[in-house]
């Protein structure tokens, strides 16, 4: 890992004068498993189009392995696409789908079968081979799709929400499955989905996508523990965002409270969003916490309880293994470590902001 | 309870078919095998082996062809086309054409006399433009024009239909498997729009192969086709018996067609046209 | 760019193919000259004629009455029965529908004499019989409008309603009607064109005296076509249009809203 592989460079792109993309740049580097990580319409399919062959960018350039692609049409571009509703070509049998590619570029017969065995294999579906598409589960498809794919040894293979349409279960064993397929062959992966913690199992690196921007880059645990503005941390789990106003280093003001904290460098008196995940939220005795509040809900979710107290006018989201029936009175209380400080978007369409690396 | 209920609801339409479909057709058979005294003979049958019977059905079978494959292949390209424009509401396709049918059927075809005939409107064009003339109303060709027009659209229709359901991703699918444009049409476009292509063909083939109409208008009655031949027995020369035998056999023709067709139609999506 | 542009000008030959003979019908009903292909100057009184000539006006009287009551009876029968198909275990359904493809598939001219032997047999050739051998083709029309339509709208949607408490009656009416509301007026709408276009049937299954616009023009052929045929057939193709840019208009404005 570390070679530059792909650079997507100043990307822009807009459909009937929506801007889509705004000034992407991104870089992908050899054998990452990167993903592309947003809210509907936030630009990451478009951008995987795009690598894909499938979209011309209006402005910008995409370059694999040093060389300038952004004109090369897909059939030419040494890729692999794994579409979200899986495209299998319902009038050809599964060892016709997954052969699809390698008699295009005219391999061998004996080639091809060994592949086509192989592939199968790789995912679970050995002698599958004279099956129809249409005998075959949606979880199943989806595991043909990518066969189909990886027959090719692409250097880079593109992922469309590939298990947005199966059940819950099938998706986390598919999960596995992907990181297991990645370890074996070995190339890139480039990842789309909406689904955070999807993304947060799979990936080595995470781009958190909004409105055609890039929030942040990062590792799963950079984005989960130190999102960079509300919109990451809201979009990554659950978080409690509240209004606070810096009152100066390593002291907060949230809800009529000043609270210690560890961030530093911001102005005097600047208004802020604080992140608190509700598993950092501990509760205590009422006089023991920063400010005291009452237990609203509660709701048994099996690892945790899923608590709402209502202190100082909000409701705190709190997760915890201790059980508080609803009415009890109690005190919050969060070590300054776990409270995220951050700049408020500047601009009105609050969400749609640029940052830069 | 509610499932039968609403079974009852086919009822009306059951006797409809009953009496007015399978009842006809079992009058037609009836009177191909009685001859006028209503006794059983092969002979109404038989009578297609007749030269002049024979030879009006070997044209309606060459015409008829030839008419298809035009119709095939005017219509692959404009499918393809109207497919790639994307219109909002696609009964729009639909519409524009069936709209001529608005325009009274006879008349359409009298106008296309009027613009082919030997001092028609386009002959006078090119007169007046010095252009060679050309001779083409009552002859076959001139037949099989008018069959082109008149069923191009159900040739177009579920062409249109069945590559409108080809979805974008599959297309993308073959591209970004290394397939150029030539091989995704080959390997993806064709096979998967032969459900149309079948459908077309049946409902171009039968009727150019059973018309009457169009070549009495264009072929001036020196084209006699089977249609034509059958017409004469029920009209002029009130053989109803003959014309009886003669339509038993164009029917064995029109079902042998189909059978073909069905049985190279692996989807089963029959010939739903609209 | 080039393929775009040979794309445009073949869909406009087609679209000129199609649409030639109706232009010179068009031209031809304003042509103030008996000859049909000289251009005599521009005239609206076969317009006016039109009205005058009775054959013309019967015939087109005629013509209107068997394609309404045949449509609006078609679309009740083919509506109704297009609900008990879907109702239907898979092997009654594949018998109906295959007998619905019949008049469809079948040759016209087979389907007109069938059903004139029938006919003569039992009664005498007239407008019943006409309007019942109408019905025949245009029915499967409205049965295959409405089909895909009632297999899109939600069973369970219908079921719920029910269990809400509404008559099986109500319960078809607000769900299961809005949904196939648009497939039974697309085959009533297909019914109306295939009976005003139809000839060979009609021909068939007439009696004496009963006449169409296309079998009264059958039987005028080799007498020469009135021009105020042109004028009729021009007025009523300007009808179809006109009601088509409205329809077009209604619904895409009530998608607009949808949006």
């Known amino acids: 890992m570390g070679k530059e592989f792909i650079h997507l460079s100043h990307i822009s792109k807009s459909f009937d004068n929506d801007l889509i993309l705004d000034d992407l740049d991104l870089v992908i580097k050899e054998n990452e498993f990167m993903t592309l990580l947003g809210p509907s319409g936030c630009g990451k399919t478009t951008t995987l189009r795009i690598l894909g062959g499938f979209e011309t960018p209006d402005k910008g350039q995409v370059f694999f392995d040093g060389a300038d692609i952004t004109m090369l049409p897909p059939n030419e571009r040494k890729l692999n696409t794994v579409f979200q509703k899986y495209a299998l070509f319902t009038h050809m049998t599964i060892a016709e789908n997954i052969a699809f590619g390698l008699k295009i570029s005219k391999k061998s017969k004996a080639y091809i079968d060994d592949k086509i065995k192989y592939a199968l294999k790789l995912v679970n579906l050995d002698g599958f081979e004279n099956r129809t598409v249409d005998s075959l589960s949606g979880g199943q498809q989806q595991r043909i799709a990518i066969a189909r ?80 503005n509300a919109f990451v941390a809201d979009f990554i789990g659950e978080s409690n965002i509240i209004d606070g106003i810096m009152i100066k280093d390593e002291l907060v003001e949230i809800l009529g409270v000043k609270i210690p904290c560890v961030d530093t460098g911001f102005h005097l008196n600047q208004p802020v969003d604080v992140v608190i995940r509700p598993e950092d939220v501990e509760l205590v005795d009422p006089s023991a916490g920063f400010m005291e509040g009452d237990v609203v809900s509660i709701i048994f979710k099996g690892v945790h309880y899923e608590i709402e107290v209502h202190a100082n006018g909000y409701d705190w989201l709190v997760h915890t293994t201790k059980m508080f029936p609803v009415g009890t009175h109690v005190g919050i209380h969060v070590i300054p470590f776990n409270i995220q400080i951050m700049n408020k978007p500047e601009s009105n369409d609050e969400k749609a902001v640029e940052i830069n690396e | 309870m509610n499932r039968f209920k609403r079974e009852f609801l086919t009822g009306p339409y059951i006797v409809w078919i009953i009496g007015f479909i399978v009842l006809p057709i079992l009058m037609i058979v009836y009177y191909g095998v009685t001859d006028s005294s ?220 189909m059978a073909f067709m069905n049985s190279h139609n692996k989807d089963g999506e029959g010939t739903a046209v609209w | ?138 029915i499967p029309y409205v049965i295959l409008n409405v089909l895909p339509k009632l297999n899109q709208t939600s069973r369970s949607a219908y079921e719920a309603a029910m269990d809400l408490g509404a008559t099986p009656l109500y319960a078809f009416y607000k769900i299961v009607w809005p949904d196939i509301r648009s497939g039974v007026f697309s085959g009533f709408l297909m019914a109306v064109t295939m009976s005003l276009d139809d000839f060979s049937i009609t021909y068939f299954t007439k009696g004496a005296g009963v006449n169409t616009l296309s079998t009264m023009l059958y039987t005028e052929l080799r007498k020469g076509i009135k021009p105020e045929m042109y004028a009729l057939s021009t007025l009523l193709f300007a009808i179809a249009l006109i009601l088509l840019f409205i329809m077009n208009f209604r619904s895409s404005r009530k998608n607009d809203i949808n949006n």
């Open chain 1, 149 to 228: 794919a990886i027959v090719n040894e692409p250097k880079l293979l593109l992922l469309d929400e590939p298990l947005g349409a199966l059940d819950l279960k099938l998706r986390q064993d598919m999960q596995y499955e992907l990181i297991r397929l990645k370890e074996e062959l070995g190339i890139t992966f480039v990842y789309v989905t909406h689904d955070q913690e999807e993304a947060l199992t799979m990936s080595d690196k995470i781009v958190v996508m909004n409105q055609g921007y890039i929030q942040q880059i990062g590792s799963p645990e950079d984005i989960y523990n130190e999102p960079i």
């Open chain 3, 1 to 138: 760019m080039v393929k775009k542009t040979i794309s445009r000008i073949y869909m406009a030959l087609i679209f000129l193919f199609l649409y030639l003979p109706i232009m010179v019908l068009v031209v031809l009903s304003f042509n103030n000259s008996k000859s049909r292909v000289k251009w005599g100057g521009f005239t609206t009184q076969w317009y006016i004629s039109m009205f005058q000539n009775k054959s013309i006006m019967d015939a087109f009287t005629m013509t209107l009455q068997i394609t309404l009551t045949a449509s609006v009876l078609a679309t009740i029968i083919g509506t109704l029965a297009a609900i008990g198909i879907q109702a239907m275990r898979r092997k009654g359904t594949a018998i109906l529908l295959g007998a619905t493809n019949i008049p469809l598939l079948n040759a016209d001219i087979v389907t007109g004499i069938s059903m004139m032997l029938l006919f003569v047999r039992f009664t005498k050739l007239g407008f019943s019989t006409v309007l019942i051998a109408h019905l025949t083709f245009d």
């Open chain 2, 38 to 257: 209503n006794s059983f003979t092969l002979a109404n049958i038989i009578a297609i082996a007749e030269p002049i019977h024979m030879k009006a059905l070997l044209l309606s079978l060459k015409l008829a062809l030839v008419c298809t494959v035009i119709c095939l292949l005017l219509s692959y390209p404009l499918a393809m086309i109207l497919n790639s424009m994307k219109f909002k509401h696609q009964n729009f396709i639909v519409f524009i054409f069936v709209l001529p049918m608005w325009m009274n059927f006879m008349l359409r075809i009298l106008a296309w006399q009027l613009l082919l005939s030997n001092n028609g409107i386009l002959n006078t064009v090119l007169e007046t433009l010095h252009l060679p003339q050309f001779q083409f109303l009552n002859t076959p060709s001139a037949v099989v024009f008018g069959m082109v027009y008149d069923f191009l659209p159900f040739m177009i229709l579920p062409l249109y239909n069945s590559m409108s359901k080809i979805s974008a991703d599959v297309i993308d699918a073959a591209r970004d498997l290394g397939a150029n444009q030539l091989q995704v049409f080959i390997k993806i476009i064709m096979p998967l729009t032969i459900s149309g292509v079948l459908s077309g063909i049946i409902m171009v083939f039968v009727p150019a192969l059973t018309s009457f109409v169009i070549s009495n208008l264009l072929g001036g009655g020196k084209v006699l086709l089977i249609g034509n031949v059958i017409e004469q027995e029920f009209m002029q020369n009130m053989d109803w018996h003959m014309g009886s035998g003669l339509s038993i056999v164009l029917m064995i023709f029109v079902i042998a067609s």
